[in-house]
């Protein structure tokens, strides 16, 4: 039974390129949320996303920042024209539906150089 | 706005002994507290939950306890072992909405 897979686990990025993070939820999860963890900090919620829905981007950045999560595939969270400071550590959480308790994934750490 | 907090940067205890980690909040409308524990390089692991209608949640060596009258909860690991060193997250939600956490304490147990 595998756990909530995410992929790159590291991925570099010049200033300006787009960066995409992958997520798969565990299985029979219909719920995903995506974190970001700044360097020393605690977690911070961005979007939480069910099946071709967005529920609460409330913690999305205006600009630059989106996700996704459609009928097939992974859930996506794309980062257009990174700048320095998107350098963090993404965690992508999933929950089966009605649950408070999330499962994380491994996350992805994004280096913008 | 840090609506939950973690006072305590870091503890240190030695093997054996207990562990006790703190956490206030300052959202009354919080339902469902949850304690996370994260190794460097790796994703947040579940630990132990407890609902706002309950004072004390227990599972083998973690205890839980929530006082709501205070906005605070605590999390006891008895007896401590020396793989509980990590750094350990409270989380709050509400209606099992998103998650919003703490800044962690690092907990370091000595032999």
């Known amino acids: 039974n595998a756990g909530v897979m995410q992929n790159p686990r590291h991925l570099v990025r010049r200033r300006g390129q787009e960066a995409r993070l992958r997520c798969s939820p565990m299985?029979?999860?219909?719920?995903v949320y995506w974190y970001r963890q700044l360097p020393e900090e605690g977690l911070k919620f961005m979007v939480y996303?069910?099946?071709?829905?967005?529920?609460?981007e409330s913690g999305m950045p205006k600009e630059r920042f989106s996700a996704e999560f459609p009928k097939e595939g992974p859930s996506i969270l794309r980062i257009q024209q990174v700048v320095r400071g998107d350098s963090a550590a993404y965690f992508c959480a999933s929950s089966p539906e009605g649950a408070g308790k999330q499962y994380f994934g491994p996350g992805t750490r994004l280096t913008v150089t | 706005d840090q609506q939950v907090k973690q006072n305590s940067p870091s503890l240190s205890v030695q093997e054996g002994r207990i562990s006790i980690l703190n956490c206030d909040y300052t959202?009354?409308?919080?339902?469902?507290f949850l304690w996370y524990k994260k190794y460097p390089a790796e994703g947040p692991t579940f630990l132990i939950s407890i609902s706002s209608i309950k004072d004390k949640n227990e599972d083998g060596r973690f205890t839980v306890f929530l006082n709501k009258s205070a906005k605070h909860l605590s999390l006891h690991i008895v007896p401590s072992q020396p793989g509980d060193s990590a750094v350990y997250f409270c989380a709050a939600s509400y209606n099992t909405d998103k998650l919003i956490f703490g800044t962690g304490t690092r907990l370091q147990v000595f032999p």
């Open positions: 299985k029979g999860h219909s719920h």
């Open positions: 996303l069910q099946k071709e829905n967005i529920i609460d």
């Open positions: 959202n009354s409308m919080f339902d469902y």
